[in-house]
């Protein structure tokens, strides 16, 4: 006999549940250390960055410190996978599924509750390196090359894109429930197979229309994009507008929901 819930009350279930488990700390300490590791490189400079890049008193120098945490999104697609493969390795996704009959109420709760948490992890890690970019102006005695609001709003993009990329993990834990093959799968696409598109020269048109792409719309982080085209001697690859990236980064999120909520269905929990 199975007991159905409201989806208020299953996506509280999913937060609770996920309180009780160890992802919360861990997750919050990689936030912590991803937003000071953007505060150590605005510390350092852009300027001695090899290559040299624009310092901090420019606009793309900013820019391109902060873009570095789109970099780390790859820790919060990872624990929204390990949140939902665990759960098949350890068995437990069959208790889940008493209470919540229907695979794709209980996967949309997955869902609901990891956008939660991918969101206060984003708005950790822009919180450091925030506070981290402006204590490593005020040390270093140079004006920020962009304004205040501009800086929030930038971070403010980027807290979003880290919860997007939450939902991403929670889609391929669900459809790969094998917990290392998913992390894999993960870490190749994005540090391998995007960097390799780069690098073939009629395919990387592609680029901007990818994850990687849509977050450096979102970022303004060029720099990676920029110096393979460099390396290949071809042209810059040009990054489409950034309400445009959010829509095409909002497009994957939207369609790894959908995959994790249908596909899912005729698969059998024993």
Known sequence: MTASFSPRALVSAELRRLAATRLPMWGSLAALGS?????????????NFDPPAPGLDTAPGVRMVLGLLGLC????????????????????????????PRRWTMLAAKLAAYAIAGLAYG?????????????????????????????????????????????????????IPNQVAAAAILGAYFYMIETALLLIPGVKELYPFLPGGATAALTGFTFLADALAEQTGGGATSLLSAPLGATVLLGYAVVAAVIAVVVPLRRDIT
């Open 35 to 47: 937003g000071g590791f953007v505060g150590l490189l605005a510390l350092v400079g852009p300027e």
């Open 73 to 100: 999104a790859f820790i919060p697609a990872l624990l929204g996978t390990t949140a939902v493969a665990s759960e098949y390795r350890h068995r437990t996704i069959t208790t889940t599924a008493l209470f919540a």
């Open 123 to 175: 708005l950790i890690a822009v919180t450091v390196a925030g506070a981290a970019l402006f204590g490593a102006a005020a040390v270093k005695g140079v004006v920020l090359g962009l304004p205040t609001a501009t800086v929030l709003a930038l971070l403010s993009r980027i807290a979003v894109t880290m919860a997007v990329y939450t939902l991403v993990g929670v889609a391929v834990g669900a459809l």
